[in-house]
């Protein structure tokens, strides 16, 4: 097993465990439970994070699914040229997930008049 592989599990295991703490917080208030930057960021690092966030699961574990495939190409296929692809991927992987997930939420603080 490659050694980075073990990190990305581990990674995406503290993101489920950490989600519905942050989405506990974010319940607890009034208005609209979500902050487009931050929403943004926390899909752009981890892909899937945001979209979770904004409570769209099944959009999230596409995100997640997708970026744990982009991250383990580089590792499981080091030194060929579909690695420099796939590494490239994930960040415009990251790029558009963190684009979508701040949308949602600037959308959902639209709808609800803020």
Not at 18 to 47: M, T
Not at 78 to 106: E, H, K, N, Q
């Amino acid at each position: 097993m490659k050694k980075w592989l073990v990190p990305v599990i581990v990674v995406s295991l503290l993101f489920v465990s950490y989600a519905p703490a942050v989405e506990a917080a974010l319940a607890q208030r009034d208005e609209v439970k979500c902050d487009p930057f931050l929403n943004g960021l926390a899909s752009f690092i981890i892909p899937g994070w945001g979209q979770w966030l904004n409570e769209e699961r099944g959009k999230a574990v596409f995100h997640i699914a997708v970026g744990v495939g982009l991250i383990a190409t580089p590792i499981l296929l080091a030194g060929t040229p579909i690695a420099l692809l796939a590494a490239l991927g994930r960040l415009v992987w990251g790029g558009y997930s963190g684009y979508d997930a701040f949308m949602i939420c600037v959308a959902k603080h639209d709808k609800a008049g803020k």
